[in-house]
C-alpha cells in the first residue's frame, strides 16, 4: 500500500510565526486531504487536496502529484492552531491512509 | 446539520465481553469506513465500506467485524475484545465514486475504547 511521511514530527511556534508542513507519498494517489486535530481530538478536513493549490484564510496547500508531496503551509499561528495535523491518501485501491502526523505547538 | 454520530463516546470493558460501537450519518454518503489512532501511528484504517452490503478490509482489520445493511449505519464489532483493541476509534462517510468533485472525509466524535 501507499506509504505516507509526514515531516516534521513535531513544531514547536512563536504566536505570529508562519510554518510549513510536508507530506511526501509512495505513489499516485487519487484523494490527498489534510485533517487538524484540535486537543480535543476531533478531526476537522482542511483541504481536499490532490493537486493543485487552494487557500483557505492563514492556510494554504499545495500538492504536486507528480512529485508526491503535499504543503501545509501555516501564515500568523495562533495558539488556536495547536494540534495534530494529518495528510491522509487514497490510491486505486480505496483505502485510505494517514501520515503519523504533525505535532504543533503555538505559544503565546 | 450535516453529521457523523458514534456511540459511545467512552467505553471501558473487560476481556472477552462482546461490544458494538454505532455509527450512523446523515448525509447519504455510500463511502463510510472505521479507523483507529494510536500513538506515533496515525489513524489505520480498519474495515470501509463502498455501499450498503459492500464491505472491504482496511490494513488491521484482525478482530473487528461490521456490517452495512443501511446506507446511514456502520456499525463495528468487536466479538472478543482484547487489551490490543484498547485505542480511540473513528467512523467517517464520504460520497463515493472518483468523479466526485470535492471528496471531503467527514469523521465523527470519536470512541475512546479500553479493553481491561
Known amino acids: 500500500g501507499i506509504q505516507v511521511e509526514q515531516s516534521p514530527p513535531d513544531l514547536i511556534l512563536q504566536e505570529g510565526a508562519n510554518s510549513t508542513l510536508r507530506c511526501n507519498f509512495s505513489d499516485s494517489v487519487n484523494n490527498l486531504q489534510w485533517f487538524h486535530q484540535n486537543p480535543w481530538g476531533q478531526l476537522i478536513n482542511l483541504f481536499y487536496?490532490?493537486?493543485g493549490t487552494k487557500q483557505n484564510g492563514r492556510l494554504s496547500a499545495t500538492t504536486v502529484a507528480t512529485e508526491r508531496y503535499s504543503l501545509l503551509y501555516i501564515s500568523s499561528s495562533q495558539t488556536t492552531d495547536s494540534g495534530v495535523y494529518f495528510c491522509a491518501v487514497e490510491g486505486w485501491d480505496n483505502d485510505m491512509r494517514f501520515g503519523a502526523g504533525t505535532r504543533l505547538t503555538v505559544k503565546p | 446539520e450535516a453529521q457523523v454520530t458514534q456511540n459511545p463516546r467512552y467505553l471501558i470493558t473487560v476481556t472477552g465481553k462482546k461490544l458494538t460501537v454505532t455509527c450512523s450519518q446523515n448525509?447519504?454518503?455510500?463511502?463510510m469506513s472505521w479507523y483507529r489512532q494510536d500513538p506515533g501511528l496515525g489513524l489505520r484504517q480498519i474495515y470501509y465500506?463502498?455501499?450498503?452490503?459492500?464491505?472491504d478490509k482496511g490494513d488491521v482489520p484482525e478482530g473487528y467485524k461490521v456490517s452495512r445493511k443501511e446506507k446511514r449505519n456502520f456499525p463495528l464489532i468487536l466479538e472478543s475484545p482484547s487489551p490490543n483493541q484498547t485505542s480511540l476509534y473513528f467512523c467517517a462517510s464520504r460520497p463515493a465514486g472518483r468523479a466526485v468533485a470535492k471528496n471531503i472525509q467527514y469523521f465523527g466524535a470519536g470512541t475512546r475504547l479500553s479493553v481491561l
Open positions: 465500506s463502498m455501499n450498503v452490503e459492500v464491505t
Open positions: 487536496i490532490p493537486s
Open positions: 448525509m447519504n454518503h455510500e463511502y
